[in-house]
């Protein structure tokens, strides 16, 4: 058990504050080229409604091919892009490049799916950001209901500000997520509130269900209210069939994890999933 609390430790500290100034620098800067270098890919993770077993989405997550570090983790680069405000245009090529992809495998015949979108901080406190949205659904001819845009609950915090956002969001017809629900610090009274869709139940309580009881507690918690309070709810970093099995029972809609599938190319989605649109089940 070291390791791991040794990795308990660190979690006080973000990445980007462990880093040396130059560090970041140097990384904002190679960030500022990023873009234009074409440096930056998705990746679709598939998001599997557990009644049924079939992919009813995918969650875009962005990835960046440094020139010469090779692949950077997001958790690594995205806290020095939000810092810097370069989060914005990169926020919106990663928004307007999984709503395309969805477009197009809708246009090339595919059962309709949802594309779940990661929002950071700088992005969500724009007050044009719903018009910008919705300006680009209406180019491309997406259905708004085929996207999910995820938020944290440290995004809330200001909570006018976020309610009037999710109002506008929503007005839309865009799905809003709770990303890595339970480690933040929402209020009963804000979930009661805030116009929302769905939970996504945080991978930490998901990862450790069947050896802790309390995880386990906690994963049945947060579905039933979810159920009470007629939100979807998802279960994240599912890697096996007995964690899998216990959402079923407790009747959590989706999920998504190594189980299923890691996070891979649009290629790869497009012909271990959308091709036939069920999960070979590992029974
Ligand atoms: P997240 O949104 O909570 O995404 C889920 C993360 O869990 C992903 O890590 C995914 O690869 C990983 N994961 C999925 N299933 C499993 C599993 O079964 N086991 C384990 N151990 N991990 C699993 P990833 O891709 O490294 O992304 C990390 C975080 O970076 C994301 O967490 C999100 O907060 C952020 N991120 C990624 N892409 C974007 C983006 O386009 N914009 C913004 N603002 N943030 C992003
Ligand atoms: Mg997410
Ligand atoms: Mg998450
Ligand atoms: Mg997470």
Not at 224 to 246: C, D, I, P, R, Y
Request: aromatic share 8%; net charge negative.
């Amino acid at each position: 058990h070291h390791a791991k609390e040794q990795g308990k430790e660190c979690t006080r500290f973000t990445p980007s504050m462990q880093m040396k100034a130059s560090e970041k620098l140097k990384m904002e800067n190679d960030l500022r080229r990023a873009l234009e270098r074409n440096e930056f890919y998705l990746l679709y993770q598939p998001q599997v409604r557990l009644e049924t077993q079939e992919i009813v989405g995918m969650e875009a997550l962005l990835r960046w091919n440094h020139p010469k570090r090779g692949l950077v983790s997001p958790v690594e680069f995205i806290p020095v892009a939000e810092e810097s405000g370069l989060i914005v245009p990169i926020g919106e090529w990663v928004l307007q490049t999984a709503c395309l992809q969805n477009k197009e495998w809708q246009k090339a015949g595919y059962k309709p799916i949802c594309v779940s979108v990661n929002l950071s901080m700088r992005q969500f406190l724009q007050p044009n950001l719903a018009g910008k949205i919705g300006r680009y659904l209406e180019e491309i001819e997406l259905d708004p209901k085929f996207v999910d845009l995820e938020i944290t609950e440290s995004m809330t915090l200001d909570r006018e500000m976020a309610f009037d956002q999710l109002q506008r969001l929503k007005a839309l017809g865009v799905g809003i997520s709770i990303d890595d629900f339970g480690t933040g610090y929402s209020s009963l009274h804000y979930l009661k509130n805030m116009p929302i869709d769905r939970l996504k139940i945080d991978r930490s309580f998901v990862s450790e269900v069947m050896e802790d009881s309390n995880n386990a507690a906690i994963v049945s918690t947060i579905t039933s209210m979810a159920h009470h309070l007629k939100l979807k709810v998802t279960a994240e970093g599912v890697e096996n069939e007995e964690q899998m099995n216990f959402l079923n029972e407790q009747q959590c809609h989706e999920a998504q994890g190594y189980l299923f599938s890691r996070p891979i190319p649009a290629e790869e989605f497009e012909a271990s999933f959308l091709q036939r649109n069920l999960m070979p089940l590992p029974l």
